[in-house]
């Protein structure tokens, strides 16, 4: 392994996402999560319940990134293809884990772990079982590739199982410098030399207020992971700021 921060992508899948019938709120959850671990999140896609599509897309990703979150398509019905097209992708069998069947055998009564429920049993051979505390059927974890439900509570709860297994990395610091009473557009020129200057921080502007009738602004975010770096950049883009007669107070 190198010094370099691990990488990863987000695989959002399932026709309901696609239709707006449900909003997705995992992937903000694992960016968070992967920010709190060192971990660059470089790439997020969403795909719908077509086998083809997982496998091509899953496979770009897992060749491109460290580590691949995949979220939906996991529970019991017929739509639910995820397990099918992650051992597609591996070119593996899709047989019942012992261990997964025991989980839902155990979590169902007699006669409720129906053939539907079984499904839930199917994992990618050679592939480890993720923990589910919350409706115990397992998600799994098969070479760099992590797949969870899509149920945003079951998702965040696997998390917990899944972070002991990742390689973490130094973690990214933010500092937030407010700028009130000016457009975005009056502080580009100096939010771009002060990228120039310090390559190794990030940049970001984030404008407020516009198509209202509150005050317009704009927050500037500044990134990085040496926090004497991160400091340095701070100080100067504040000190250019003033010499520009821009107002500008850190939140």
């Known amino acids: 392994?190198?010094?370099?921060?691990?990488?990863?992508?987000?695989?959002?899948?399932?026709?309901?996402?696609?239709?707006?019938?449900?909003?997705?709120?995992?992937?903000?959850?694992?960016?968070?999560?992967?920010?709190?671990?060192?971990?660059?999140?470089?790439?997020?896609?969403?795909?719908?319940?077509r086998?083809?599509?997982?496998?091509?897309?899953?496979?770009?990703?897992?060749?491109?990134?460290?580590?691949?979150?995949?979220?939906?398509g996991i529970g019991p019905t017929h739509d639910d293809i995820t397990a099918d097209a992650v051992a597609k992708a591996f070119g593996v069998a899709l047989p019942e884990h012992p261990d997964a069947v025991a989980i839902l055998e155990n979590r169902y009564g007699p006669g409720e772990f129906?053939?539907?429920?079984?499904?839930?049993?199917?994992?990618?051979?050679?592939?480890?079982?993720?923990?589910?505390?919350v409706?115990?059927?397992?998600?799994?974890?098969?070479?760099?590739?992590?797949?969870?439900?899509?149920?945003?509570?079951?998702m965040t709860a696997m998390l917990e199982d899944v972070a002991p297994r990742l390689r973490t990395g130094a973690v990214v610091l933010s500092r937030t410098i407010?700028?009130?009473?000016?457009?975005?557009?009056?502080?580009?020129d100096i939010l771009t030399a002060a990228a120039k200057a310090e390559r190794e921080v990030s940049f970001g502007s984030y404008p407020f207020g516009h198509g209202s009738a509150s005050e317009i602004g704009t927050n500037l975010v500044v990134r990085g992971r040496d926090a004497d770096r991160l400091e340095?950049?701070?100080?100067r883009l504040v000190a250019e700021l003033a010499v520009a007669g821009i107002g500008a107070a850190e939140v």
């Open 178 to 188: 407010r700028v009130s009473g000016v457009g975005e557009g009056a502080v580009a």
């Open 51 to 72: 086998t083809e599509q997982i496998v091509e897309n899953l496979n770009a990703l897992r060749s491109a990134h460290d580590y691949v979150f995949t979220t939906g």
């Open 114 to 133: 129906n053939a539907a429920r079984r499904r839930m049993a199917r994992i990618p051979e050679g592939g480890t079982l993720i923990a589910n505390p």
């Open 135 to 154: 409706t115990d059927a397992p998600g799994f974890q098969i070479g760099n590739v992590f797949v969870m439900a899509g149920v945003p509570r079951i």
């Open 232 to 235: 340095t950049a701070v100080t």
């Open 1 to 49: 392994m190198t010094d370099a921060s691990p990488t990863a992508a987000v695989l959002i899948i399932g026709d309901e996402v696609l239709s707006g019938r449900t909003q997705d709120t995992n992937l903000n959850t694992i960016a968070r999560f992967l920010t709190a671990s060192g971990i660059d999140l470089l790439e997020a896609r969403t795909v719908g319940d």
